[in-house]
């Protein structure tokens, strides 16, 4: 029985095999992945009941992620600890699956998974659960809501009613409740997956995102692997540029300083970053892992390089969460507006983004003033660390009035 430490990369990079395999998680017991010569790959629960070896499928990669594969699984355990036999639970709700409409999953879903949120998710959660979603398609069968009805209803929404945002929404919602579906046996598929998001006509320059979006953004990070989790969090705690940020190196770290060499600056000038406590604690995270390497977001692929692209999660982001316009560079204009709002001076603001045009420097100036705002820097980052946390706490509803 072939073992690996499953993490979102690894199962990323696993190959189409010649015939189908089965490998299992170092991490957690019974946890199985199936992988078909198509490249299919599935979640399975490997358990024995009765003397017998029984398998329970949880669901596709990555419509199912790793973290909900194995929180299914702790509550499969219970489940075979208690001398029932989830499979055979399954086949029985099979049976009776075309008397379960939508509506009863919505309530199931409803009962079970939202409470496991934050408070203001689960008002979310159930005004587009109850106010768009059962209306349109609560009365069809389960196995009877298909693409083709998921699409009606999200076209309807992002042209008739010209709200692509919500039609984005209403689908990411859609696409969690097939998912815990097919984790208790109520669903086949997720057919939300086969379907598209919708170009939200944003301005590129205008994007940043809401409190609810990098609550949502952070959630998901959280259950992404090392090092492109913290790649990300540090892209939202400092406010660089993306490059910049990934090529970080261990040298360039002094203290609670990190230094931006002129070979990477956009303006070819060295740019000292204060780091905040929260910096310095994906920083500890990472020193553990990639201490003894060159770079701090080392990649998977090579020792002795850094990460070089955040594509493939750029790409899951968009097609598995309401963000469905992500992009990493938002994560810079996101820390640049909620600084902005918190009182941080246009200038502070130009000298931590290292943006000649805000901060109104010439280029003796900026020589001139590398060392000069450290403390209005560190003052800064240090505020929008206090309140990024204040943001991610759910207790928290509203912290900046802008």
Known sequence: MATIHFNHQAISALKPPPKRIELFDE????LGLRITPSGTKTFFYRYRINGKIRRFTIGQFDGVSLKQARD???RLRVKVLDGNDPQAERQSKKNTQELQTF????DEFKEKYIPTLRANTQKEYKRIIDKELVPAIGKFPISKVTKNEIIELLDKKAYKDNSPTMANRMRARLSRIFTFGMERGLAEVNPVQLTSTY????????????????RTLWEFFEDWGEPTQSVLEMLLICGQRKTETMKMRWADIQGDVWTIPASLAKNK???DVPLSKMALE??????????DKEYVFTSPKNSKAPLDSL???????????????????DLRRTVATYMAKLGVERTVLGKILNHKG?????QVTAIYDRHSYMGEKREALNLWSSNLRKILDEENDKIIVG
């Open 27 to 30: 991490h957690t017991k019974g």
């Open 72 to 74: 299914e699984i702790s």
């Open 103 to 106: 509506s009863d999953l919505a």
């Open 199 to 214: 170009k939200q006509g944003e301005s590129k320059r205008d994007r940043y995102y809401t409190e609810q979006e990098i």
């Open 269 to 271: 000038q060295p740019h």
């Open 282 to 291: 994906v920083l500890e995270k990472m020193k553990k892992l990639n201490g």
């Open 311 to 329: 594509s493939r999660v750029r790409q899951t982001i968009k097609n598995t969460t309401e963000v469905s316009d992500f992009r990493p560079h």
């Open 358 to 362: 805000l901060a109104g420097d010439g």
